[in-house]
């Protein structure tokens, strides 16, 4: 019984370092991790195309919407969390997840930028 338990503490423990390097290897550079975050957080209220899928959520891939200004604005809005004028909701810090990193961040807007055709 005793070998089982260790067993099962060992796996545990090599599935979750694992899980970790996998995490440091997205946000190292691998272009998946915007994709990978964009679409376990941000999709929810964003939608798959960026049109947004929520009333007052607004629409990402217009010319002069929210990814047509610099990145160090959306980034910090990103970070800090941010309440669109006239929209009754507010996206909150890091969308949610206070786990997501800065290089998480950045890889969701180059992520954003690339898949609705809105150059920096």
């Known amino acids: 019984m005793r ?15 694992m899980a970790s390097v996998s995490s440091h290897a997205y946000a190292a550079g691998n272009p998946d991790r915007g994709a990978a975050v964009f679409n376990g957080t941000c999709i929810a209220c964003h939608g798959s195309d960026g049109s947004g899928s929520l009333p007052g959520v607004p629409d990402l891939t217009g010319r002069a919407g929210l990814l047509s200004q610099d990145d160090t604005v959306l980034l910090k809005r990103m970070t800090e969390g941010f309440q669109s004028p006239g929209s009754p909701l507010a996206m909150p810090s890091r969308g949610g997840d206070p786990g997501l990193s800065d290089a998480d961040l950045k890889a969701v807007l180059e992520y954003m930028r690339k898949e609705f055709k809105i150059a920096p």
């Open 3 to 17: 070998y089982r338990s260790s067993r099962a503490r060992y796996l545990a423990t090599a599935v979750l370092s």
